[in-house]
Each structure stands twice: as structure tokens, then as C-alpha cells.
């Protein structure tokens, strides 16, 4: 069973910083490129920022050099480092599996999202 464990939501002014936390079964970690997706209220679902197994890294133009995502292996963990987070970064984040490639296709395994609220 693919289990997904988000964690580090919160509430942060503008410019401040929060750390999220996806926990991934060790069965699908180790072996599939890792996502971090948001949704913002009223807004589609869009991808934020991705990792290959190995650690390469790609960030949406709105997340690029604000945000970092990385990875521990040894901890079936991924994160997301987000500084500098603006109102418009308001939005629940959901971490994904997927397939990495010249695009990242995400598999139909989602959890349960942490809400991240930015006030102004």
C-alpha cells in the first residue's frame, strides 16, 4: 500500500519560512522521482517542484530560488524548503510519486495535503 504523509503546514507572514515533510512508504520511495504539487483556493492543482531519484532538481518559475526541494533516502523523506513565501503562496501542498523524465508524470498516489497560509 502507497502511503503519503505530509507535514510542516502552518501559518507565516510574508517573507517568513516553513519546511515541509512528505513521509513515502519505503516500497515506493527508493525507486520513483518525487513531487511537491499545491492548490491554491479556487485554482487548479500545480506543480511545484520535483526530484529525481538521484536528487536532480526542477522548480516552477514561481518557485525558482525561493524554494528547495531535496530528499533523505535513508528516511523515505521528502521536503520543501520555502523562503521568502509570499500571500500568493497560500495554498494546500500535496506530495506526489511519479516518473521522472523530460517531463515529471506523476502517479495517481497522492496524500493528504498541508495547508500553508501566508499573511500579508
Known amino acids: 500500500q502507497v502511503q503519503l504523509v505530509e507535514s510542516g503546514g502552518g501559518l507565516v507572514q510574508t517573507g517568513g519560512s516553513l519546511r515541509l515533510s512528505c513521509a513515502a512508504s519505503?516500497?515506493?520511495?527508493?525507486?520513483?522521482?518525487m513531487g511537491w504539487y499545491r492548490r491554491a483556493p479556487g485554482k487548479q492543482r500545480e506543480l511545484v517542484a520535483t526530484?529525481?531519484?538521484?536528487?536532480?532538481?526542477n522548480y516552477a518559475d514561481s518557485a525558482k530560488g525561493r524554494f528547495t526541494i531535496s530528499r533523505d533516502n535513508a528516511k523515505n523523506t521528502v521536503y520543501l524548503q520555502m523562503n521568502s513565501l509570499k500571500p500568493e503562496d497560500t495554498a494546500v501542498y500535496y506530495c506526489?510519486?511519479?516518473?521522472?523524465?523530460?517531463?515529471?508524470?506523476?502517479?495517481?498516489?497522492w496524500g493528504q495535503g498541508t495547508p500553508v497560509t501566508v499573511s500579508s
Open positions: 506526489n510519486v511519479g516518473l521522472w523524465g523530460v517531463t515529471y508524470h506523476p502517479y495517481d498516489y
Open positions: 519505503t516500497s515506493i520511495f527508493s525507486r520513483n522521482a
Open positions: 526530484i529525481s531519484r538521484d536528487g536532480t532538481a
